[in-house]
T-cell receptor
Framework: IAGITQAPTSQILAAGRRMTLRCTQDMRHNAMYWYRQDLGLGLRLIHYSNTAGTTGKGEVPDGYSVSRANTDDFPLTLASAVPSQTSVYFC???????????FGPGTRLTVL | GQNIDQPTEMTATEGAIVQINCTYQTSGFNGLFWYQQHAGEAPTFLSYNVLDGLEEKGRFSSFLSRSKGYSYLLLKELQMKDSASYLCAVMDSNYQLIWGAGTKLIIKP
């Protein structure tokens, strides 16, 4: 693989179900991020990780959790999905917190 | 609060020049980024400004005035493939990116 991959590409999920969105990068970037993008709104940061073993909350963290067990992987978990979590989710990475971010192809999630 | 403003939509003609403006109010400033996003795709990096002035990169240029909280992206010799959304983002004092809603640019032949 080259760059950042995300899985699944799209998913339809029943409300109340648990879901994990996967993100893997092979660029050895220290920092990783999860954003959601909704029509008419800018990208909003959900959670971030400046380095393996550390995570932090962004602008809209409620209902989401993350882990960073190693440099390459940064999964995002919805413990109990709700319809307001219907969105396009982008994972991104950067060499450090102050540099340009590279984005994965996104996951389109629909919660019914 | 933190705020990034940019026009929702702009239309321009193939071969022409277009300027997309961005104004911002953020808690701290550690640089301004412009990204391009084609419909259904991921954002891709275009430019970064941290000092006042103009940064030129081929057909694209980006300008920053920190005292005015203002930036613009200038696209020259427009091509049909430039039809996309252009996202302005400011890195705040916590090194988090604050994003504008994006400007959808429509190029007409």
């Amino acid at each position: 693989i080259a760059g950042i991959t995300q899985a699944p590409t799209s998913q339809i999920l029943a409300a109340g179900r648990r879901m994990t969105l996967r993100c893997t990068q092979d660029m050895r970037h220290n920092a990783m991020y999860w954003y959601r993008q909704d029509l008419g709104l800018g990208l909003r940061l959900i959670h971030y990780s400046n380095t393996a073993g550390t995570t932090g909350k962004g602008e809209v963290p409620d209902g989401y959790s993350v882990s960073r067990a190693n440099t390459d992987d940064f999964p995002l978990t919805l413990a109990s999905a709700v319809p307001s979590q219907t969105s396009v989710y982008f994972c991104a990475s950067s060499t450090s917190g102050s540099n340009e971010q590279f984005f994965g192809p996104g996951t389109r999630l629909t919660v019914l | 609060g933190q705020n990034i403003d940019q026009p929702t939509e702009m239309t321009a003609t193939e071969g022409a020049i277009v300027q997309i403006n961005c104004t911002y109010q953020t808690s701290g400033f550690n640089g301004l980024f412009w990204y391009q996003q084609h419909a259904g795709e991921a954002p891709t990096f275009l430019s970064y400004n941290v000092l006042d002035g103009l940064e030129e990169k081929g057909r694209f240029s980006s300008f920053l005035s920190r005292s005015k909280g203002y930036s613009y992206l200038l696209l020259k010799e427009l091509q049909m493939k430039d039809s996309a959304s252009y996202l302005c983002a400011v890195m705040d004092s916590n090194y988090q990116l604050i994003w504008g809603a994006g400007t959808k640019l429509i190029i007409k032949p």
